[in-house]
């Protein structure tokens, strides 16, 4: 359970996320609109952070409004993101491929 966040937000925003597929990417507040919690940004960055290996969650779809790309998790994600076509230049997602 996270912290501050409401009942059934992880759910949801995990249920939008497995909409994303290979070569499209989604920004973090447009995820949590999907997820119906306009605004709630960083409650998905929380589920994002919290979530183990295990889960195996397409957590590299997920970028920043202006194409930046994971804080510390950078040169991994363009790797993932460019193995699925996605163009990565500078730490940012170019020309996002949008759903």
């Known amino acids: 359970m996270l912290s501050g966040v409401p009942a059934g937000f992880r759910d949801e925003v995990i249920r ?3 909409s994303v597929g290979p070569g499209q990417v989604v920004s973090y507040g ?3 609109a999907e997820a119906g919690f306009p ?3 960083r409650g998905v960055g929380a589920v994002l952070a919290a979530s183990g290996p295990d889960e195996q ?3 590299w779809r997920v970028v920043y409004a202006d194409g930046r790309l994971a804080p510390g998790h950078e040169t991994r994600q363009a790797g993932l993101l460019r193995a699925e ?3 990565v ?3 940012r997602v170019v020309g996002r491929a949008h759903r």
């Open 16 to 18: 939008a996320l497995v």
């Open 30 to 32: 447009d995820l949590a």
């Open 39 to 41: 605004g709630a940004a």
């Open 57 to 59: 969650l397409c957590w």
């Open 85 to 87: 076509g996605v163009m």
């Open 89 to 91: 230049r500078h730490g």
